[in-house]
T-cell receptor, first 115, second 115 residues
Framework: AQTVTQSQPEMSVQEAETVTLSCTYDTSESDYYLFWYKQPPSRQMILVIRQEAYKQQNATENRFSVNFQKAAKSFSLKISDSQLGDAAMYFCAYIGIQGAQKLVFGQGTRLTINP | DVKVTQSSRYLVKRTGEKVFLECVQDMDHENMFWYRQDPGLGLRLIYFSYDVKMKEKGDIPEGYSVSREKKERFSLILESASTNQTSMYLC??????????????FGPGTRLTVL
């Protein structure tokens, strides 16, 4: 079975600094998608960024980028120029393209932004 | 924009009560999901549905059932609520077509407390 591990339960960063959230996963599949979701306090979970495993190029979305290392099964999220609105729980998630479209989530990392 | 709504943000029930949590999506998505979110455990899949009247068990289906009579609506049922079902429940939907394949869109969540 696929598993996703986020080893940092909590992280904090100064406003305007850069922070990297870690995620590792375990799978025997060769093709899959990886995601980072953001859940602000008392607000809806939203997609931050997504990466297709067959793509070599790391995905980017404005201040958010990933470092996808397929061989190492690592998928970290980098947030540049951190803003107060980035404070949230961040979840890493995996989905294989074979069979059921079941997202497997990590435990989450709570990110605090210090002004 | 995709919109996923859930019937209640907060719910308090007593042990043994039958509880209905409802989820509605407005984007004609084929797939719908129910997750449970607990601190330190991330999100765990309870049930999912690929089509009307179709359901499949997720990772933690015990104590829950679901109903999908219409494409846009997916209900989670706790037949006899217990205190260990106190949790945050998240509904999600996704399409199997187009560029949004595999991206799940989440509702705001229902925080259920069972006394």
């Amino acid at each position: 079975a696929q598993t996703v591990t986020q080893s940092q339960p909590e992280m904090s960063v100064q406003e305007a600094e850069t922070v990297t959230l870690s995620c590792t996963y375990d799978t025997s599949e060769s093709d899959y998608y990886l995601f980072w979701y953001k859940q602000p306090p008392s607000r809806q979970m939203i997609l931050v960024i997504r990466q297709e495993a067959y793509k070599q190029q790391n995905a980017t979305e404005n201040r958010f980028s990933v470092n996808f290392q397929k061989a190492a099964k690592s998928f970290s999220l980098k947030i540049s120029d951190s803003q107060l609105g980035d404070a949230a729980m961040y979840f890493c998630a995996y989905i294989g393209i074979q069979g059921a479209q079941k997202l497997v989530f990590g435990q989450g990392t709570r990110l605090t932004i210090n002004p | 924009d995709v919109k996923v709504t859930q019937s209640s943000r907060y719910l308090v029930k007593r042990t043994g009560e039958k509880v209905f949590l409802e989820c509605v999506q407005d984007m004609d998505h084929e797939n719908m999901f129910w997750y449970r979110q607990d601190p330190g455990l991330g999100l765990r899949l309870i049930y999912f549905s690929y089509d009307v009247k179709m359901k499949e068990k997720g990772d933690i289906p015990e104590g829950y059932s679901v109903s999908r009579e219409k494409k846009e609506r997916f209900s989670l049922i706790l037949e006899s609520a217990s205190t260990n079902q106190t949790s945050m429940y998240l509904c999600a939907s996704s399409s199997v077509q187009g560029t949004s394949t595999d991206t799940q869109y989440f509702g705001p969540g229902t925080r259920l407390t069972v006394l």
